[in-house]
């Protein structure tokens, strides 16, 4: 078995409000500073580190984990598994 690392990346889905990335960006507008950034998205990020005998393997056991512990709402969030070499 090998150990990969595992990046779970959720953030709100197209056409889903993200209230945390308006005020950054608002934040911004306001101040007068950084005129070239024109939106901020928030997303969540968790980090797992697990041992699997293949990085398919460790990707389908974190999406497991994730769907069974149910950390976002596949209504409005998008979900992205990135799997690395530990």
């Known amino acids: 078995m090998d150990t990969y690392n ?3 990346t959720i953030e709100n ?12 960006l ?6 007068g500073t950084h005129k070239t950034v024109s ?8 980090k797992f580190t697990i041992k699997e005998k ?3 393997s460790a990707q389908f056991k974190i999406q ?3 769907d069974e512990l ?8 998008k979900v992205t598994i990135d ?4």
């Open 54 to 56: 293949d990085k398919k």
């Open 26 to 31: 608002n934040d911004l507008v306001l101040k």
């Open 70 to 77: 149910r950390i976002y709402n596949p209504m409005v969030s």
């Open 39 to 46: 939106k901020i998205k928030t997303a969540k990020m968790l």
């Open 13 to 24: 889905k197209p056409g889903i409000s993200d209230p945390e990335g308006d005020t950054i």
């Open 83 to 86: 799997v690395f070499d530990a």
């Open 6 to 8: 595992v990046h779970v």
């Open 64 to 66: 497991e984990i994730c």
